[in-house]
């Protein structure tokens, strides 16, 4: 029986304290960047209707978005899904919502799920951090993301490549190059591979496809262009000439305050149909040892519009963090110590008779906001000191006989092993010297 | 199309901003009280197999839990649920986890699942946040859950009564009035109605359950007695005796600092099958508008020794918070205003040349963590008034010509009408003044 049932369902994680803390830790800073740039919060649910995703991605597409959604019904026979990103239900929420004045600035934090392969990194449920804005259609707001962006990981501390690019642009190339209207959304399909299987797969991918190797040869030589910002711009406008899209990430670059980190690359995709203007990707720069990108998005300038139907135009732009990704970063990158408990302060009591005292000064020293655990045990001092070393606690108090007598209390620094016999008003000026104290005041 | 497409699926809620930073005040407050008495956060997956659950509540047994489960399968055929709870993912957690010394203390908060009928404040999905201790089988821990319940809901703000009972005092209850052990499960289940159905709602269905009439009679009786904690214990010791459970709640109830809100009811009883010891129930004082418990948990001392069977005892209890219930508790008790934003201050451009200088001092006030949004479509001013209004934001800044030549800004006061020309340091000494800003150096 124990095998049967002590298992997780495939493909699926566990986050123990020292992970979860890890992960809060990305997930606040994510929340204060965005909040910072205007932002607010909200939540939409986990199981939505099967046509609305159904909408958008189709059945038996080329994209495995449908195949991969997770399908179930309620006792009403109803057909639902679980989420496999938060753009479509932000569209809906944003269609059935109209009280809302735009633009609208949202961010979204939660689960998603994709029942496909399970590759390392890649599981069946993860966390997203989804950013968007809608009501600009101008450039300037994709600026915005790319600046929050920016921010996001310079608190995180890593070092980040933002790669643009535009769907126009692409169109444009493959116009130029002779690819018929029809064929376009599967040679961008295509396309988007370039990263992971290089040009020659992707000749050999059109060359299936039945694109002509002129047209195949022309499109290669275009996205294959080299140079800065400037200078890529400058040789697209000569080789597809005027161009919306051009106009666009040339006016994005511009906001950028500094030109930080944004890199235009016209052969970057994004396999998903329903981008309409700037796709984004941000990849590490050092790209050895986690080589997928870590954040992405893009305009999707018809989506809500589509769902709607009032005529009226619903311009839409975001970005989005996948969480586990930059976990995982951060455990190859990051030097900062992990910590494996929240805990500040372990107390014990070192008889049973202490417990009751101990007690109203833990209620003290929580009050004080200091994470206050407490031994109810009465178990031997070394494994209560193991016990607080396991879980990484850096500060340890004991009341006995001794302390109560002097009506004091031992306090032993966890990571030198020096203790003090100090009185409750020393232990606490000496705790708030050496702890960073949450302030329960301040706002979320 | 539209309205077929525009729809949440049954019993699925949205929250827009309004509701989701409220929401997110309610769960950081117990993150902070769970963490201030040393519990860890961890994080297990939303979907777990079948046969998990399936093990603690069975098929097609009394209980709904089973029926009432969301399932569905990945595309290797496996059974899987959504997860209804946290107490049997946590059993299973612990049993995979055996390298965490006990007692091992831990909170998580996230969404469960629950395919069944829809009522007021009951959802299909909805928000649970639960801590619990294994590896305490003393009641002094019973104690600190009643006290960690109590400080939540003293910050939330809300005035609850905690009830506690014991299963051992059920199951002597039941003995001394002649049920047959393999009846008393089945009777708990219809006394735990008590509460909804009243005395006689419960005499009727242990008639029809097949229950002598002599043996209700003495059942009804004794879950009737009045008196205080103490009076209660005491007349109860008289008429079952001896009684393990009567001294866990007569222990609970002395650790408690100072009593404070702990109210024995020996009618208690909690539907589910898994509790083995001391069981709790938190209600508001004022029941006009909310009636059914806002929080509730208890002893579940086999579960985690039923998975391992190594023959090691797993003594564990936990309480478990309903964010929906609290959540409407709050919207119709407390007095504190709502907040339609997180956005501290709306910065205006008077025309689109302002922009760009805009967006540097978004910058510079960003970075002293202010929520800085901005307008990039140079509308009417009227326009943006109305739209930091329809937000609620308290701030305004506007730059434009005049500023410019002066080298200062516009701050308006959004709730007086008051504005005056200052320069950016002064801007920024004003708003430190007046709002409450976050400190980004703080931990979680």
């Given at each position: 029986m124990k095998s049967d049932i002590l298992q997780r369902a495939k493909g699926v994680c566990d986050y123990g304290p020292t992970e979860k803390i890890a992960r809060d830790k990305i997930i606040k800073t994510m929340r204060q960047v965005f909040e910072s740039f205007g932002y607010n919060p909200i939540e939409t649910p986990i199981i939505e209707r099967y046509e609305l995703f159904a909408s958008k991605?189709?059945?038996?597409?080329?994209?495995?978005a449908m195949r991969e959604t997770f399908k179930l019904k309620d006792q009403g026979d109803r057909d639902l899904v679980l989420r496999t990103e938060f753009t479509v239900p932000f569209s809906r929420f944003v269609g059935m919502n109209?009280?809302?004045?735009?633009p609208f600035k949202r961010y979204q934090m939660g689960k998603v799920f994709r029942d496909g392969p399970i590759k390392?990194?890649?599981?069946?449920e993860f966390w997203q951090c989804d950013v968007d804005v809608v009501g600009?259609?101008?450039s300037i707001i994709d600026a915005e993301l790319v600046q929050l962006t920016n921010e996001v990981f310079e608190k995180i501390g890593l070092e980040v490549e933002f790669r643009i690019n535009n769907r126009k642009i692409l169109n444009g190339i493959l116009q130029n190059a002779g690819v018929a209207d029809k064929n376009q959304e599967t040679v961008i399909i295509t396309i988007d591979k370039l990263d992971k299987v290089g040009l020659k797969g992707v000749k050999s991918e059109l060359q299936e496809k039945g694109i002509k190797p002129a047209v195949i040869s022309k499109i290669l030589s275009t996205i294959s262009i080299e140079g800065d910002n400037k200078e890529l711009i400058r040789q697209l406008k000569n080789i597809i000439g005027d161009n919306e899209g051009l106009k666009e990430v040339e006016q994005t670059i511009d906001y950028v305050i500094d030109n930080q980190n944004v890199i235009f690359m016209p052969s970057l995709a994004r396999g998903l149909a329903y981008y309409t203007g700037n796709v984004f990707e941000v990849y590490l720069k050092d790209r050895s040892k986690v080589n997928s990108s870590i954040c992405a998005g893009g305009r999707f300038d018809s989506m809500i519009g589509g769902f709607l139907q009032n005529g009226e135009s619903y311009p839409a732009v975001g970005i989005s963090f996948g969480l586990e990704t930059i976990f995982d970063a951060i455990k190859l990158y990051s030097k900062e110590k992990e910590q494996n408990s929240v805990i500040d302060l372990y107390f014990i009591?070192?008889?049973?008779?202490y417990i009751k005292p101990a007690l109203k000064y833990c209620k003290k020293l929580r009050k004080e906001n200091i994470k206050t655990d407490i031994d109810y045990t009465a178990r031997k001092l070394k494994k209560n000191l193991e016990y607080a070393n396991s879980y990484g606690v850096p500060w340890v108090v004991m009341l006995g006989e001794d302390e109560a007598n002097k009506g004091k209390l031992t306090l032993r620094n966890m990571n030198s092993g020096e203790q003090a016999l100090l009185d409750y008003e020393s232990v606490l000026a000496k705790l708030k010297e050496e702890l960073v104290i949450e302030d329960n005041k301040k706002e979320i």
């Open positions: 991605f189709g059945i038996g597409q080329e994209s495995d109209p009280q809302f004045k735009k390392l990194g890649r599981y069946r600009i259609s101008d009591p070192l008889s049973e008779e």
